[in-house]
């Protein structure tokens, strides 16, 4: 075994690949593409038919050796965890249906592919569908099987040739051992579907979904159905069958989201984790990820990257912009402030907004929303002091169960020299349900007119981010929805500080005061 891992590194020594990793199994040029596979996947002259029967002992037992030997240029990265596990499970389960909500960046097709690959050059599988939205894209996702399996000098050497002369087109090929692999598109007639004798024992979805026909529920129904009675349907109940799903929760109901109900296993991956760290640390950086989804909207992140996907202005829509008045023409300005309890990437937001009531509408004058530090926070309050000036301003935090601790970070920073202490309060209401809160006290005011962001800050990435928290609001949704929420407290207190002036004002009047006196 040591000479043949000392052959394993000669033959990668030999591979010097002039152009970048494949990242994504889906050729755009034939020609180039196979030729990229023949040039990464070199062979030993000299090896004997003993040491590639040795070799192919141990891959038996190991697929993840195999893989890096096979598809050099699909593994640029080590697999992390939740790859390696998905690949046990389907090789220990010949009968088996699972769902993979992998996000983008997770390799959803490029793990199966050799998974597949590996399990048919074993004898193990002996038909496979490849099944997506259309014909064309089932045909696109097929070829990198059909490529691997033309050029691939590895295979080749150590399975022989697998091209089958006559039976070999784009959209269904047979290998010389008697392997199927056909494309089928949603809607397509799979009927007739047979290798000989055999039914499919491979049936694969991949990218099933659009986003255009999640938009009528309608079509979702039909292609449902086709799936479970059309395309499951061509199995053989007698024969052990693999049944993967790849894709995203791009909607509530999806097809995708369907096939959670029936499978064997369900693995959600997201971008990151629950601890805000990336899950593919071996590829995707903490560096990239932020770079890549700021590049996005918060509803396309939230589809994309964490399969939650967010029906876009459910409740409030666009939100509306004016500009912000001088501040002395409010009648009042409240500072409020939702602290999130933890500090990394993946929790909730902090958000700390300013808003003034004009007549009887609600500006954002200003606004602070993001995952940070208590001590970035608190500076956010030393910003809008210094905005507010001479101006009477009420500052306010959502109580939490650290409330003392946050407090206390005020507390200090007010006696570092030069800073006044932050007049902040806890704000002590007892409150119910987050959405139902929002909804109820902001939706009103933004339907008529009365609720506003400011045109001035539009494009500053903190009211940005308040915007697309509006847009994604909607009843059972994960998604963030921090700054709204901040901005119902600091309404809510405005209109309550309104009630108890204009009550006062009612006593004062009615005490028989001759002169009106405003106590």
Request: glycine fraction near 4%; charged fraction near 25%.
């Amino acid at each position: 075994m040591k000479v043949l891992a000392k052959k394993y590194h000669k033959s990668k020594k030999q591979h010097k690949p002039t152009h970048p990793p494949m990242q994504k199994p889906v050729p755009e040029d034939w020609a180039e593409f196979t030729e990229r596979i023949k040039l990464s996947t070199p062979v030993d002259a000299l090896e004997t038919e003993e040491d590639i029967k040795e070799r192919l002992q141990m891959f038996e037992a190991d697929p993840e050796a195999a893989f890096k030997y096979y598809f050099p240029d699909y593994c640029f990265s080590d697999p992390a965890a939740f790859h390696i596990e998905a690949t046990q499970r389907i090789i220990q389960h010949p009968e088996w249906y699972e769902v993979r909500l992998w996000s983008r960046d997770l390799a959803k097709s490029t793990r199966t592919m050799m998974e597949v690959l590996y399990l048919c050059l074993l004898g193990k599988k002996k038909y496979v569908l490849m099944i997506s939205n259309s014909l064309d894209n089932a045909t696109r996702l097929l070829q990198p099987y059909r490529a691997n399996l033309q050029v691939n000098g590895r295979i080749i050497k150590d399975h022989g040739p697998q091209m089958k002369a006559g039976h070999w087109k784009a959209e269904e090929f047979t290998t010389l051992k008697g392997v199927t692999f056909r494309a089928l598109g949603a809607g397509q007639s799979p009927r007739g579907t047979r290798n000989a004798a055999a039914r499919p024992d491979v049936l694969l979805f991949d990218d099933i979904d659009t986003d255009a026909q999640c938009r009528n529920p309608r079509i979702i129904n039909d292609k449902w159905h086709w799936i479970e009675e059309a395309a499951i349907g061509t199995r053989s109940v007698s024969t052990p069958t693999l049944i993967i799903f790849c894709g995203n929760r791009i909607a509530v109901g999806c097809c995708v989201d369907r096939a959670t109900l029936h499978a064997d296993h369900v693995t959600q991956v997201n971008i990151r984790n629950e601890q805000g760290a990336s899950t593919w640390p071996q590829k995707n950086s903490e560096e990239v990820i932020d770079r890549v989804l700021k590049q996005k909207s918060l509803a396309a992140i939230q589809k994309e990257y964490y399969n939650n996907p967010l029906t876009e202005g459910a409740v409030f829509g666009q939100m509306a912009w004016k500009p912000a008045l001088p501040l002395e023409e409010y009648r009042m300005l409240v500072c409020y402030t939702d602290p999130s309890f933890k500090d990394s990437k993946d929790n909730d937001f902090k958000a700390t907004v300013l808003v003034g009531r004009w007549q009887d509408e609600y500006h954002v004058i200003k606004c602070y929303l993001e995952q940070t530090s208590t001590t970035q926070m608190v500076k956010w309050h030393y910003a809008i002091m210094q905005l507010v000036g001479r101006n009477a301003c009420h500052y306010f935090m959502e109580e939490v169960f650290m409330q003392d601790t946050l407090m206390q970070a005020f507390h200090e920073a007010g006696k570092l020299p030069g800073n006044k202490v932050i007049p902040i309060q806890g704000d002590k209401r007892r409150k119910i349900d987050k959405f139902t809160r929002i909804e109820t006290l902001l939706e009103p005011l933004h339907a008529n007119g009365k609720l506003y962001l400011n045109t001035h800050e539009k494009y500053n990435p903190h009211m940005v981010r308040l915007a697309d928290q509006f847009m994604a609001l909607a009843p059972g949704s994960s998604a963030h929805d921090d700054g709204p929420d901040a901005v119902e407290g600091a309404i809510w207190k405005i209109n309550n500080k309104e009630m108890v002036k204009n009550t006062v004002h009612f006593v004062a009047a009615n005490q028989g005061n001759s002169k009106g006196k405003i106590y």
